[in-house]
């Protein structure tokens, strides 16, 4: 099996289905940066050292160019009945040849990890994990963060957004008490709520990532204006048409464009204190 470009049609059951999706959403035109994905097989060979699998390997690096990132895309991963997330690793900001082997190769043994093999036990999910990777261009984010296209507290009909500074690994590991937004279906702002948003995850010169601090005049002053609020809006909508059913999102904006990151099947609903900061948010008029 050999790394495919997420140009072409991707199959799940060899790529896994996160990569099969930003194949998809590439193929429709939404904005996913470029990337190639390596299928379950490559990767258990690259694990395994084989010569030829760092050749081909080395020639995504080449292609791609640094900074990448590597994402785990194990087949089963984001399936309607389960998701993963948090399960398995991202490596971000690699810089080398050799960083996007050993990132390659973590994503593998994370698969292996025992909080892993009992997810997949307790969902009764053949206990051999088969692990694919998708290696895109990095995002080196402004803002980042997630979107569910429906509300993932009480499943109402409208669209939720938590955002921060920078990369959006402060919002996804809990680091930060993140901006929220609720949007109606039509695209209106039913509610602006900053967060505390001290921290930012921003890459780092040498490789990987690093926590900096947010100057005060920024840890509650919104992330996301209007005109990127539409974007997000309008985005959800595309992913409506491409997917159907309901998306947890990652998304990121750099440079003034938005970028889209993973999408997976909304799972599950949250119990109503689930993640729920509002206690310590800011209320903002609309």
Same mark, same amino acid.
């Not at 999706?21 to 994905?37: F, I, K, M, S, Y």
């Not at 089963?76 to 399960?87: C, L, R, T, V």
């Not at 204006?225 to 998306?247: I, K, P, T, W």
């Given at each position: 099996?050999?790394?495919?470009? =997420? ?11 996160? /990569? ?6 590439? &193929?429709?035109?939404?904005?996913? *940066? ?15 050292? +084989?010569? @030829?699998a760092r050749q081909r390997l080395a020639a995504v690096f080449r292609?791609?160019?640094? *900074? =990448? ?26 810089? #080398?040849?050799?960083? =996007? ?12 990890? *025992? ?14 994990? &088969? ?6 261009? $990095?995002? @080196?984010?402004? #803002? ?5 296209? &429906? ?6 009909? +409208? ?12 919002? !996804? ?17 039913? +509610? &602006? ?5 001290? !921290? ?10 690093? #926590?900096?601090?947010? #100057? ?5 002053? =919104?992330?996301? @204006? ?23 999102? +990652? ?18 609903? $949250?119990? *109503?204190? /689930?993640? @729920? %900061?509002?206690?310590? %948010? ?5």
């Open positions: 099996m050999k790394p495919a470009a =997420l140009t072409e049609e991707l199959e799940e059951s060899l790529f896994g289905g996160k /990569a099969a999706q930003l194949a998809a959403a590439t &193929r429709a035109g939404l904005p996913v *940066p470029a990337g190639v994905a390596l299928p379950y097989g490559f990767v258990d060979a690259l694990a395994a050292d +084989e010569r @030829d292609t791609l160019g640094a *900074p =990448l990132v590597a994402r785990s895309s194990a087949v089963g991963e984001d399936s309607e009945q389960a998701s993963f997330a948090g399960q398995h690793l991202t490596q971000l900001n690699l810089r #080398s040849e050799p960083e =996007l082997v050993d990132a390659v190769s973590a994503i593998w043994r994370s698969a292996r990890s *025992p909080s892993a093999f009992a997810y997949r036990e307790r969902l009764r999910l053949p206990r051999e994990p &088969r692990m694919a990777v998708v290696v895109q261009e $990095l995002v @080196d984010a402004d #803002s980042a963060g997630v979107l569910f296209s &429906r509300n993932p507290v009480n499943g109402s009909d +409208e669209i939720v957004i938590e955002a921060a500074w920078g990369l959006g690994e402060s919002v !996804v590991a809990g680091l930060v008490i993140p901006d929220r937004f609720r949007l109606r279906r039509d695209g209106a702002v039913a +509610e &602006r709520i900053a967060g505390l948003k001290d !921290v930012a995850i921003r890459t780092d010169p040498e490789g990987g990532t690093s #926590s900096t601090h947010v #100057s005060e005049g920024l840890t509650r002053v =919104l992330c996301l @204006d209007d005109a990127q609020l539409a974007a997000l809006h309008a985005l959800a909508l595309r992913c409506d048409e491409v997917f159907g059913g309901s998306h947890d999102i +990652e998304w990121a904006f750099a440079g003034g464009r938005l970028y889209l990151l993973q999408r997976r099947a909304l799972t599950a609903i $949250l119990s *109503p204190a /689930a993640g @729920d %900061h509002t206690d310590e %948010h800011v209320r903002l008029p609309n």
